[in-house]
């Protein structure tokens, strides 16, 4: 029996790395076992926003969506990868399957060139002047919100990556639903 405790978080050149760090680290404290893949070859790094290089353990031609309960998107600059029909196959074979899928800031525009924004509103931190989107984004569908959570997608601006954080975490069940501020340590300087 496959155990559907994994994460799977897609990394690309250019991805910001602080809207899912709060995310990834409070992970740590759950069940769940993350894993990383990208488009590039396996062994192949990516670098993300921070320059900094990461060596994702997956190519996206290994994965298996049946193995894993939910897809985070970075947001950071992913048009290069819009036309990329590999990772377009798993995002919608997330979607179709009622897997939960989580995309930041310019996230989202992987789930559009999906067609799943043609489904659902949401939000991103992108705009109509977004040039190198508009293929992809389906306007009439985006809402002016910090977060938004419709089917078993939820979108953020990526400046919103606490709440977003947040918001995964409970879809996944990681914290109780009386629970109520678990980034609370995210959000307030303290002496511990």
Known sequence: MISLKKILLFLYDS????????????????????????????????T????????????VNDIV???YA??????????????????????????DQGKLLAAICGGPSLLGAAGILQEITY?????????????????????SELLVIDKNVITATGSNYLQFAEAV???????????????QYFREPSLS
């Open 123 to 143: 939000t991103a931190s992108l705009e109509p002047a977004d040039l190198e989107y508009r293929e992809v984004m389906n306007w009439e569908n985006k809402r």
């Open 169 to 183: 975490l409970r879809k996944l069940g990681a914290v109780l639903p009386t629970e109520e501020n678990p980034l």
């Open 70 to 95: 939910a897809l985070v998107i970075p947001g950071g600059s992913p048009h290069p990868l819009l036309q990329n029909q590999e990772l377009i196959k798993v995002i919608r074979a997330f979607y």
């Open 15 to 46: 991805f910001a790395e602080f809207e899912i760090v709060t995310l990834l680290t409070a992970l740590k404290g759950t069940d769940y076992t993350l894993v990383t893949f990208s488009t590039k070859s396996e062994g192949e790094a990516v």
């Open 65 to 67: 969506v049946d193995e």
């Open 48 to 59: 993300g926003l921070s320059t900094m290089r990461y060596l994702p353990a997956l190519s």
